[in-house]
């Protein structure tokens, strides 16, 4: 289907004033639907759940839908996911509960958000596990393989997890492929697919994972996160609810009532407005990181992080890069100067891979992070003030 973006960037009240926002890594701004739905909700239903008053069954039914609803965008059962605060604190609640015994094997990534690691750092100190770190090299291309993987893998191990799509780099990792040599070892693969969400269809049954999670406020929502478990996944868990409360759905098992109400109840206006357009908005967005990364790329002073590649099969519009001569603050700094760009600097939570893999200053790199409501008037003026702060070529 045709993208019209004008169309698009009329259901974001945030984009109609003057800050042009390229920091969309960070969070994404929320649809005028999602804010109307959140208002009227607290207004009229902001009840506890479960009562058989008029309004209680209102709250409760405006609830499930919004559970349904992901759970439909996902591909998965209503009862294999769990809305919370944030992927970090999902994640932290599924390192709690899962239960391995003591010398087994987990294999962990240095290319992640932190979200990824301390969980599972935090888990395999309760339970006693043997860590081992899975690294890409820049020979690689700073990419996580089967290859690379295959090395680490035995039948020991039996929990890996892995990064969809880096939010420094913007690589896609083949998730498919990963998940068929974990799974013949018989492990358990564990997703952040934070990056990946806000560009891409998710959809766990072709990926093939057992756990995967995202955070809704980077797909145009508010502040709040899925995480997926599969049911067989799901045998690996001791629910960690109240004794006399049922365990029977992955809410039951960790949800600890942190699924919070009017930002729960607003899931399906996302899903609705998603439906049916993520192809063009995969066709936009790789037109937007052609523009700046043909720049990037142009210039022999400045080296993209990652993949060069502008191809969306290979990644996804989160771009950074570092540029000889000035620091990745001054950039972003000296841009403020003159503009209403707002776009960043630094690890961004990714501080193994900046720190140990890309071996980074302690600024890290500066990077732009855009999404389907950015236009490519909006990228050719960043390359514009790029080339206005960037040393003189």
């Known amino acids: 289907m045709s993208f ?14 003057e800050q042009i926002f390229l920091d969309n890594a960070g969070g994404s701004q929320a649809l005028g639907d999602v804010i ?57 609640n599924l390192a709690g509960s ?33 860590i081992k770190w899975w690294e890409s090299s820049k020979s690689d291309g700073l990419k996580l ?17 892995c990064t969809h799509v880096s939010n420094v780099l913007g690589t896609i990792h083949d998730v498919e492929a990963i998940a068929d040599a974990v799974h013949q070892v018989g492990a358990l693969f564990c997703v952040d697919g934070v ?7 998710v959809d766990v049954r072709k990926f093939k994972v057992d756990f995967y999670a995202f955070s809704w406020y980077k797909v145009y929502g508010p502040h709040v996160a899925v995480l997926y478990a599969s049911n067989s996944a799901q045998a690996h868990m001791k629910p960690l609810s109240h004794f006399f409360n049922k365990t029977d759905s992955l ?7 942190g699924s919070n109400y009017e930002a729960v109840q607003s899931i399906p206006k996302i899903v609705k407005y998603l439906d049916g357009s993520v192809d063009a908005i995969t066709e936009h967005e790789g037109k937007l990181q052609k523009i700046l990364l043909d720049f990037l ?24 890069f570092v540029v000889e001569g000035i620091s ?33 200053g302690p600024e890290g790199v500066t990077r732009v992070s855009m999404v389907h409501y950015n236009t490519e008037d909006e990228i050719r003026g960043l390359v514009d003030l790029l080339k206005k702060v960037l040393p003189q070529k």
């Open 4 to 17: 019209d973006i004008t169309k698009a960037r009329e259901r974001f009240p945030a984009l109609q004033q």
């Open 36 to 92: 109307e739905s959140i208002t009227a909700y607290l207004t009229k239903t902001n009840v506890q759940l479960g009562a058989s008053y008029h309004t209680g069954t209102q709250s409760t039914t405006k609830y499930e839908e919004g559970y349904h609803s992901a759970a439909r965008y996902l591909n998965a059962g209503r009862d294999e996911i769990v809305l919370g605060a944030s992927t970090t604190q999902l994640f932290m």
């Open 98 to 130: 899962l239960q391995f015994k003591e010398g087994d094997e987990i294999i962990l990534s240095k290319m992640e958000h932190e979200t990824n690691v301390k969980p599972w750092l935090f888990m395999a100190d309760r339970l006693k596990l043997t």
């Open 145 to 161: 393989t089967p290859n690379n993987l295959k090395p680490l893998l035995s039948d020991k191990v039996k929990f890996v997890a």
């Open 195 to 201: 990056s990946f969400a806000p560009h891409r269809r």
């Open 251 to 257: 809410e039951d098992k960790i949800g600890f009532a």
């Open 297 to 320: 790329n142009s210039r022999s002073d400045i080296k993209v992080i990652g993949s060069t590649s502008s191809d969306s099969a290979a990644r996804v519009p989160t771009v950074s």
């Open 328 to 360: 990745p603050k001054t950039v972003v700094v000296e841009a403020e100067k003159i503009s209403n760009y707002g776009f960043r600097w630094g690890h961004f939570y990714s501080k193994r891979l900046c720190d140990e893999i890309l071996e980074l």
